[in-house]
């Protein structure tokens, strides 16, 4: 069959992105799923700064490639060998398949499973290959196993969580990602406890997710830090008790803890910040790293903070989170009122708009923006 994408042929655009348009709209072959795989009707999909990471460069993958790798979608068909997802079921979609077999997967840590970090790393899905191909037969790399920015994607069964057919698409699409990262590094990379003292550097999509985990652990003070005062202004209505620009937060910390944070969640991926998030950390605290810098950043640490003040530096990937465990439960929350999933959207646009999007991010304007490349005609949502 045939699928509209959007397609990264080269890294390192110049911006403003609506002027070069790094992404290209084009009309792809997709092959139909092997065994263990769907073929998704993509109905919903966030533009994430891991997405523009590969734009950018900094996180260098191997291109040509079909971007997006958090979305929702509508199962249009099944691969041999797949019994418990069916035709029409809706799935929301994790950036990493895992094959369940690993050292990882089998201690129940399935976000860094070996294969599937291999897969996603040549751009390839976990039951090895390709299903993209362009007009002239070139193979079209999957993004982190999702490819979402398109009409249709093919999937390992792993990377989709079956959920309820009527959780919006919008609210669905961000659980893949922000959520289960932002959230997921305050519930189970870090494990705050309630009254513990949080602050959250980065207010995108993600860092907003930390707030709201933040929030649903009961944590105060909960400082929201970030050099844009609408970002601020939204963290403080997702539940934040406080909310400032960089430059004041140590101050602030000092003022409501009398020493720094008990935990920092870094949500930038810039390592001037990740050093940031380090000196915000009390005596005995824990700065937890979630942002993605680019490859070849350092990092400069006091080493005596280490042994000498027993603070912890901590990295967390997909919020250490298990996606078909982790995804319901987090649906079961947006239900209750307790996650305000849908606020964390700053935008929706149709695919071929594609590089505005990408361009807003850049810009630091938006929060989540969100592309609904296979909408049906009248389609609610």
């Not at 079909?66 to 929702?72: F, P, R």
């Not at 029409?88 to 201690?107: I, K, N, Q, R, T």
């Not at 899905?125 to 999957?142: F, P, Q, W």
């Not at 005596?304 to 319901?328: C, H, N, W």
């Amino acid at each position: 069959m045939r699928t509209t994408a959007a397609v990264l042929r080269a890294a390192g655009s110049k911006r403003p992105y609506t002027t070069t348009s790094p992404l290209g709209i084009e009309q792809l072959a997709l092959d139909a799923p092997g065994a263990g795989e769907l073929l998704v009707n993509i109905r919903a999909a966030g533009v994430c700064h891991s997405d523009l990471s590969v734009v950018t460069g900094h996180r260098v993958r191997p291109l040509p490639m079909a971007l997006g790798h958090e979305a929702a979608g509508v199962v249009a068909d099944v691969g041999p060998g797949v019994s418990d997802v069916a035709v029409g079921d809706h799935v929301v979609l994790a950036f990493v398949p895992s094959c369940g077999a690993c050292g990882y997967c089998e201690e129940g840590r399935p976000a860094l499973c070996e294969a599937g970090g291999a897969a996603n790393a040549a751009g390839r899905l976990l039951g090895g290959g390709g299903r993209l191909h362009d007009a002239s037969g070139t193979e079209i790399k999957h993004h982190l196993g999702v490819s979402g920015f398109a009409e249709y994607a093919v999937v390992d069964r792993s990377s989709a969580v079956v959920v309820d057919k009527d959780v919006p698409f919008d609210v669905a699409a961000v659980l893949g990602c922000a959520m289960l990262t932002g959230f997921g590094a305050v519930r189970n990379t870090a494990g705050v406890s309630p009254g513990e003292s949080v602050a959250v550097l980065g207010l995108g999509g993600v860092g907003q997710a930390a707030v709201l985990g933040a929030v649903s652990c009961g944590a105060w003070p909960i400082v929201a830090v970030d050099p844009v005062a609408d970002k601020r202004a939204l963290a403080v209505a997702l539940g934040a008790t406080h909310a400032c620009e960089p430059g004041e937060a140590e101050g602030l910390l000092r003022e409501l803890t009398g020493g720094g944070s008990r935990w920092v969640f870094e949500a930038a991926g810039i390592s001037a910040v990740m050093e940031h998030a380090f000196a915000l950390t009390r005596r005995g605290g824990t700065a937890v790293s979630v942002g993605l810098p680019a490859p070849d950043a350092k990092v400069t640490l006091p080493a005596l903070a280490f042994a000498g003040e027993a603070k912890t530096f901590a990295g967390s990937y997909m919020g250490s989170s298990v996606a078909q465990r982790d995804i319901p439960l987090l649906i079961g929350m947006w239900r209750e009122g307790k996650l305000p999933v849908e606020r964390l959207v700053s935008g929706v646009l149709p695919l071929q708009e594609i590089n505005t999007a990408f361009e807003e991010l850049a810009a630091g304007r938006a929060v989540r923006q969100l592309l609904h490349p296979g909408e049906e005609p009248g389609e609610a949502r």
